[in-house]
């Protein structure tokens, strides 16, 4: 339920960075990767309105917000939630338009869990 939420967080956020008045394509892209060693990565990218440079540091800092009317509680929520399941979030200026943002999660080796998937 908590990595749902991560997720639906994700996802939300980037249509938000996305619905400005702008007149370029709206694409949010989420895609799955392994990652290094017993890891996989997981990308929710958006065409939006990107990020500063010098703000991706504080964007997991509680209430801090770069979106009017935010409460600033998403990133940093949806971090603890990922690095208490042993994974990490962090964001990224694309080279294009918008955001990316990463987490990492360890990969589920244990078989009976997985069964009724």
């Not at 997720?7 to 400005?20: K, P």
């Not at 989420?30 to 010098?54: C, E, I, K, R």
């Not at 990133?75 to 200026?93: D, E, F, T």
């Amino acid at each position: 339920m908590q990595l749902q939420q991560v997720s639906l967080n994700l996802v939300m956020n980037a249509v938000e960075a996305m619905s400005s008045g702008s007149e370029r394509p709206r694409e949010v892209v989420m895609a799955t990767a392994n990652a290094d060693g017993d890891q996989v990565q997981v990308t929710v990218a958006d065409s939006g309105v990107g990020l500063v440079p010098n703000t991706i540091g504080k964007i997991f800092d509680p209430f801090y917000t770069a979106t009017p009317g935010g409460m600033g509680m998403g990133p940093s929520i949806s971090r603890s939630i990922l690095q208490a399941h042993g994974g990490w979030l962090w964001a990224a200026v694309n080279d294009g338009p918008g955001t990316s943002f990463h987490f990492t999660l360890p990969k589920c080796h244990d078989e009976e869990s997985n069964a009724g998937v």
